[in-house]
């Protein structure tokens, strides 16, 4: 079979290097990059640091509004479909490159199948949950992370093709710990940080970074916080501290975004994690780290239904106290599969 992949933005990069590897044991795959994401440290790094393959084609859209930003990505996606016409095309996630990609190849009749189906929070204002909601009805195969997807996708009507085979996070995660053990992390020493002795912050929904109150109160939180933090601060995230006029005090340490491997390392050492990505909560909840979530849902509720994550929105006094008293004591069962969802996810599309 030809299987033509959509990536576009950070995680998607990661996510499609646990089914990339496996996926081309078997079959070929076209490789298509949008160019949603474009610096090094948001793109080339993972390329580079997870042995994903070169993308067969970058359509360079950039960053833009989003009509304009899928406008642009569903016209080069829908020429790529054209020109390969493979036999399925591969989604991730919840970008606006997922929702450009199922379009593309729905209106082709080209199979889709979306990995990281049936993830939902209800909540519109999200732009994700409205690219989730369209890729999931547009895809013949949704691969689902979790018994709560699939029981969201039914709840819509969705039952055909819907198969739950785990998060294939957790493959890259497993991958990258093997990788780590074998060569040490020099990540930490570069940034002065002790195991165990500081928190790792990052932020980029727009919920957070575009709304200047919500902003200033994470800001705040972290600022007034006894601790040393690293913020490895995503393209968004800088570009809104920056106009806002935001202070950061001396014990954050605000780097950029790093590469996955770097991630992991800090991830892990990390005393507790303040975050609104959806990655990084997963992340923090394998590597046994207490998660803050700086937002006022999450799709990711079974971390919180553990214990081990806490959700704080984005107020100030809420973020301090958590940070200050939230420390999980209860067990850490295995969530969101065992590690071998790429394997599932290629074998289905058999
Ligand atoms: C996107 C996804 C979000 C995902 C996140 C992962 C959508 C709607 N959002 O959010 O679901 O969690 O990626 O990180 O698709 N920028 C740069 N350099 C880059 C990339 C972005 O400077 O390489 C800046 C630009 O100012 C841009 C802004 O970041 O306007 C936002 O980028 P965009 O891709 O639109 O959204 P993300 O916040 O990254
Ligand atoms: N990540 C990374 N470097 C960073 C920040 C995040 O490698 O500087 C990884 C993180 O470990 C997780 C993924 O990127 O695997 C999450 O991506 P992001 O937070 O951008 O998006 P989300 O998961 O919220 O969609």
Redesign the pocket.
């Given at each position: 079979m030809k299987v033509l992949s959509i990536i576009g933005?950070?995680?998607q990069f990661?996510k499609a290097a646990a089914v990339s590897r496996v996926l081309r044991e078997r079959h070929r795959e076209v490789l298509v990059h949008t160019g949603q994401h474009y610096d090094y440290e948001m793109s080339g790094i993972f390329f580079d640091g997870l042995e994903l393959p070169c993308p067969d084609a970058n359509l360079e859209v950039g960053s833009g509004r989003h009509g304009a930003q899928t406008a642009a990505m569903l016209k080069g996606i829908e020429d790529a479909v054209l020109a390969e016409r493979p036999d399925y095309l591969l989604i991730y996630?919840d970008t606006n490159s997922t929702l450009a990609g199922a379009l593309a190849a729905s209106k082709l009749l080209v199979p889709v199948a979306h990995v990281e189906a049936g993830l939902r929070i209800f909540n519109r204002r999200m732009p994700e949950e409205i690219n989730r909601v369209v890729a999931d009805h547009l895809s013949d195969l949704l691969l689902c992370p979790s018994e709560t997807a699939v029981r969201n996708l039914s709840t819509e009507g969705i039952t055909r093709g819907v198969h739950l085979v785990g998060d294939v996070?957790l493959d890259v995660l497993n991958w990258a710990r093997q990788q780590l053990t074998a060569k040490a992390p020099t990540v930490l020493e570069r940034q002065g940080l002790a195991n165990g002795h500081y928190l790792l912050a990052?932020v980029?929904r727009s919920e957070n970074t575009d709304d200047l109150e919500r902003l200033s109160q994470i800001l705040h939180a972290i600022n007034s916080l006894d601790e040393p933090v690293v913020f490895?601060a995503?393209p968004r995230a800088r570009k809104m501290i920056a106009e806002a006029g935001c202070r950061v005090e001396r014990h954050v340490r605000v780097i950029d975004?790093?590469?996955?491997m770097d991630?992991?390392a800090l991830?892990s050492a990390a005393r507790l994690v303040l975050t609104d990505?959806?990655?990084?909560q997963k992340?923090a909840y394998w590597l046994g780290v207490p998660c803050v979530t700086l937002r006022d849902e999450t799709e990711w509720v079974e971390t919180v239904a553990s214990g081990w994550n806490t959700l704080v929105g984005a107020d100030a006094a809420r973020i301090i106290e958590a940070v200050r008293c939230f420390a999980p004591n209860c067990s850490r069962p295995l969530l969101y599969g065992d590690g071998f969802a790429a394997s599932r996810c290629v074998d289905l599309l058999n």
């Open positions: 933005a950070r995680p990661i996630g996070m990052t980029h490895p995503h975004p790093v590469g996955y991630m992991v991830t990505s959806g990655g990084l992340e």
